[in-house]
């Protein structure tokens, strides 16, 4: 897995990480998911600090994993797993391209 950077901005400051070439674009996306939780506490106004502003961010973003992994009774790792089998089934049930034309 070759890691590569991925600049990303979070909070209004540029950070440039290492990331794996297959994770890119969840990590953008985790991003931009962090700084948007970030930006409803500042509105929120009643913190004001932003170590503060982050760490809540991060508990409010743990406590929502949380709660969805109770409440779909199994992992993340299995909801993926059943996610390739369904791409898997669609792949094998639609006509390739080459082969038929509708």
């Not at 991925?6 to 994770?23: Q, T, V």
């Not at 779909?72 to 390739?96: N, T």
Request: charge should be negative; proline fraction near 2%; include cysteine.
């Amino acid at each position: 897995m070759n890691n590569k950077s991925l600049n990303i901005s979070i909070m209004g400051r540029d950070f440039c990480i290492a990331c794996p070439n297959d994770e890119r674009e969840e990590i953008l996306h985790a991003a931009g998911y962090l700084d948007k939780k970030i930006q409803e506490i500042r509105v929120e106004g009643k913190v004001i600090d932003s170590d503060r502003i982050a760490l809540i961010a991060g508990l409010r973003i743990a406590h929502e994993l949380l709660v969805l992994r109770e409440g779909a009774g199994f992992d993340i790792s299995e909801f993926r797993r059943r996610i390739v089998s369904l791409k898997k089934k669609v792949d094998e049930a639609l006509p390739h391209e080459e082969n038929e034309k509708c």
